[in-house]
């Protein structure tokens, strides 16, 4: 029995991933990609990828750096837009929309699928105005009551309200990098998203900025699928419902989380979760 | 020394190496650091040098400052001037006629001029008239000035902010590649070639539309300022926009917010220092311009806020003064100092102001 195992069953409370009960093949699919490659220029960053993603879910993406895992969450909301020589072929898609689709209007697509990237990245505007960011630009006729309802809402669902309802109108660069990091959950979740995507959300983080999130990520599963990108195998193992194991730009292994990491069927996967190399 | 050699791995010591003197280094460092002190140390003794001659100079233009006799006296067969002072006992002798006590000749005593006078006068009429009725209100200059300067900036501030947000946020690499060495010929481009566009092209085109145009005008002036401040504020802007991490960016884009969102709600509040600093920055150069409203906007100076007339700015006085034929000592020729050193107090304000601004909206980036 390796260490992480170890780690996992002596605090069985906290540890058991949840979604580990439930069959994750009963749920329904929302993102689905089939053929799936992607490619920065010349280089190839992902192979043929086949992968279904369940609804109210988290899904984390694990694999060392450079496999490919970050550039596919990218894919998800079409961030990759901005990078000039980022394209991709094959099947990736919402039940509804084709997301590689020219024809997809990115708004729209932003609008369900919200994004928690690595490093905090609050506007430098007040915590308020931060959260009050999405709200604003996606709806018409907020009445001022609404956003302010709606902010109280957002900030009390990323367990942020009650260290900051004294100074919402101050700035969000004075709040801590666990704090910050917590707002820009916040501000993602104020536009009403289906999906949240998080790019190693805790990796810039202290542990207990870390513990908060998590038990955070934990709370809110029950409302919105999340797709988590992280470096950390415990993490993964904490926090997620299911685990896709990247390498080199391909999925090695992918299953209910738990299985994954104490069973894993493939040696690079078991080589990986053991700690053996990445 | 030798300590140190023997602790040296053996390979080093083989080389028979020695260390270098370090009392030579010490001295070499030393010499280079008195070198670039000296270097950064001359730009503060010639800003304090042109400062205080600006102020000492101004400061005799309130002076009741002697008349210089400039009688050209014949002593021992050699002509020379007479050289001498006619003192100016008080001012309100403005006008008469004094008598040099060495060789005779008569002097018109000068206008009288107070400090509180020149700072609220709106007439501005040194050279026109009897001493008694010179007038030294530098209203008159002021208002030129500024006229020329809000033209200037109503042109070059929207037109820059806007060109900078496109350049930073919507041109793509070959457009960008297009427009920023032509702005960088345009901020090139000669001031004085900007003065003689601005008679020769930009009056006949006001004139077209409207009757009403002088042949040198304020209008003129300060659109051909406005396009000499365009490149400035466009590329300060856009090195603020710039400076805007990616991250700010990409997370107002995963919210779904457009890329007009995006400049407007994030980018451009977070560059507001640097923008605002870079508007101060082009206000004092409009200001400060000279060659272009000394060609266009003309030299009669009036407190008018018509754009149509011609006026001159106090850069534009101070040109007439160096270029006229006034004799250094006249209280018009001082004049000159007192108009700069009020020149140099705006543009100080302004840049105090610049600093001020930038200290009160810079955001510390993550």
Redesign the interface.
Known sequence: MNELETTMVSKPTTFIPPGDERDSNEKTIVIEMDEFSAWYGDFQALHHLKLAVPEKRVTSFIGPSGCGKSTLLKWINRMNDIVPTAHAKGTLRLPDIDILARSTDVVALRRRIGMVFQKPNPFPKSIYDNVAFGPRIHYAGLSRNDLDDLVEWALKKSALWEEVKDRLNQSALGLSGGQQQRLCIARAIAIGPEILLMDEPCSALDPASTDKIEDLIYEIRKQYTIVIVTHNMQQAARCSDRTVFFFEGKIVEEGPTRSLFTNPKSKQTEDYVTGKFG | MATLIESTPDVERKRNFRFRSLTATYVKELGVKSLLGACAALSVLTTLAIVVVLFTEASRFFQADDVYCDAAVVEDGVSHKCGSFVATSTRDSAGTQVACSTCGKLHTMPAEVTLVGFLTGSKWQPLIGRESEKKFGVWALITGTLLVSVIAMCLALPLGLITAIYLSEYA??HVRATIKPTLEVLAGIPTVVYGFFALTVITPTLKTFHDGFNTFNAMAGGIAVGILCLPIVSSLVEDALQAV?R????????????KF?VST??VV??ALSGIISAFLLAVSRAVGETMIVALCVGSRPQMSLDPRDDMQTMTGWMVQMVLGDVSNYDVEYLSMYAVAALLFLMTLALTFAGNLVRRRFR????
Do not use: F
């Open positions: 793509n690499a991490p991250s700010l960016r990409e997370g107002a884009y995963g919210m779904g917010a457009t969102e709600k994030v509040p977070a955001e510390e980036y993550q």
